[in-house]
């Protein structure tokens, strides 16, 4: 059965900080990893990763991979209350594409 | 484009009512998906097509059965609520089109069940 593990499941920071949250995984059949932010809503799409050792950046988003220690990290510096939200991983690894997904981190910005 | 839309946004049941939900989407998306999220748990899938008249099971698939008549409308249907139906629903789309596999998502129904 395929499994995908995310920690912390919550954090607590101040406007300014650093957060790393940590995503592993253990699928049969890996395609992608991807990682999403959801605030109240519908997930909203973050990051595609595919291989090892690349980092993806978006601003102050910026996500990696380990395909051989099988985990991924999403990186998100100098915090902002807007980055308030739960931040799902998800692994594509079915034969329809299907993703399973970790139980989020839940992250919160105080000011 | 409206995207991935989803009818009702809330709902509430008593214990054996049933109900359908619908999902669209006007992306010309071949794969479409089910899934619940439940507090602290993520997203489970229930059922995925890979296309019109084309359903499999997910994860999570007790409960529930689903239909997908037309390309653009995947239906999830519950045939005698139980409590533990209680949770927010998300239906998915995404192209075959593409190895980029985003899937765009819909706002979610809440579903109650008493």
């Known amino acids: 059965e395929d499994k995908v593990v995310q920690s912390p499941l919550s954090l607590v920071v101040h406007e300014g900080d650093t957060v790393t949250l940590n995503c592993s995984y253990e699928?049969?059949?890996?395609?992608?990893l991807l990682w999403y932010k959801q605030e109240k809503k519908a997930p909203t799409f973050l990051f595609m990763l595919?291989?090892?050792?690349i980092e993806k950046k978006s601003g102050r988003l910026s996500s990696i991979l380990d395909k051989k220690e099988l985990f991924s990290i999403l990186n998100i510096t100098a915090t902002q209350t807007g980055d308030s939200a739960v931040y799902l991983c998800?692994?594509?690894?079915?034969?329809?594409?299907?993703?399973?997904f970790g139980s989020g981190t839940q992250l919160t910005v105080l000011p | 484009n409206a995207g991935v839309t989803q009818t009702p946004k809330f709902r509430v049941l008593k214990t054996g009512q049933s109900m359908t939900l619908l999902c669209a989407q006007d992306?010309?998306?071949?794969?479409m998906y089910w899934y619940r999220q439940d507090p602290g748990m993520g997203l489970r899938l229930i059922h995925y097509?890979?296309?019109?008249?084309?359903?499999a099971k997910g994860e999570v698939p007790d409960g529930y059965n689903v239909s997908r008549l037309k390309k653009q409308n995947f239906l999830l249907g519950l045939e005698s609520a139980a409590p533990s139906q209680t949770s927010v629903y998300f239906c998915?789309?995404?192209?075959?089109?593409?190895?980029?596999?985003?899937?765009?998502f819909g706002p979610g129904t809440r579903l109650t069940v008493l």
């Open positions: 595919t291989s090892s050792g």
């Open positions: 998915a789309s995404r192209t075959v089109h593409s190895s980029y596999n985003e899937q765009f």
């Open positions: 097509s890979v296309g019109e008249g084309t359903t």
């Open positions: 992306m010309n998306h071949e794969y």
């Open positions: 699928v049969t059949n890996f395609r992608s």
């Open positions: 998800a692994v594509d690894s079915g034969s329809a594409r299907q993703l399973t």
